[in-house]
């Protein structure tokens, strides 16, 4: 499975349309997240994703967090199937390609408690306690380049 890494102006409107889609069913309709979960954040965002059959089936996005772009953060990760291995080969592949076309010094994310496990297989370490973000108990982790 090949990653797909793109900026905004990048994407194609399918592709565009099927990661909205894809997050919308994860975070509004799984998860019973009310928010904006489209933001300007977005353009300014490399999309790392896999799809199949022209549907996104896995994605997270990562932006700089700091104006000297020395930290990126990751977010709204997501598989639509899960135990099947593609989150970690997201992971994976999303990690190389976010170090090499943004060149940063620190990953960081804010994790849903539950898959602190998970991020912590790829060098991800707790930095915060728990706090409530959208009703879900999250953690801020970090990874060090």
């Given at each position: 499975m ?6 905004f ?6 592709e565009?349309?099927e ?5 919308s069913?994860?975070?509004i309709?799984e998860q ?7 933001d300007d954040?977005d353009?300014?965002?490399?999309h ?5 059959d022209n549907n996104?089936?896995a994605?997270?996005r ?6 000297n772009?020395e ?5 709204r990760?997501l598989t ?8 970690k080969k ?5 990690l ?14 804010d994790?849903q408690k ?6 912590e ?11 409530i973000?959208?009703?879900i108990v999250?953690i801020r ?5």
């Amino acid at each position: 499975m090949n990653l797909i890494s793109k900026e905004f102006k990048e994407l194609t409107t399918i592709e565009l349309y099927e990661i909205l889609k894809a997050r919308s069913k994860i975070f509004i309709m799984e998860q019973n997240i009310h928010y904006q979960d489209i933001d300007d954040i977005d353009y300014r965002s490399l999309h790392c994703f896999f799809m199949k059959d022209n549907n996104v089936i896995a994605y997270l996005r990562a932006f700089y967090q700091d104006a000297n772009k020395e930290i990126v953060k990751i977010g709204r990760v997501l598989t639509l199937n899960h135990g099947n291995g593609v989150g970690k080969k997201l992971m994976e592949q999303s990690l190389k390609s976010i170090k090499e076309k943004m060149n940063c010094k620190k990953i960081c994310m804010d994790a849903q408690k539950y898959a602190v496990g998970f991020y912590e297989k790829f060098g991800f370490k707790v930095v915060s306690n728990d706090f409530i973000e959208e009703g879900i108990v999250h953690i801020r982790m970090e990874l060090e380049i």
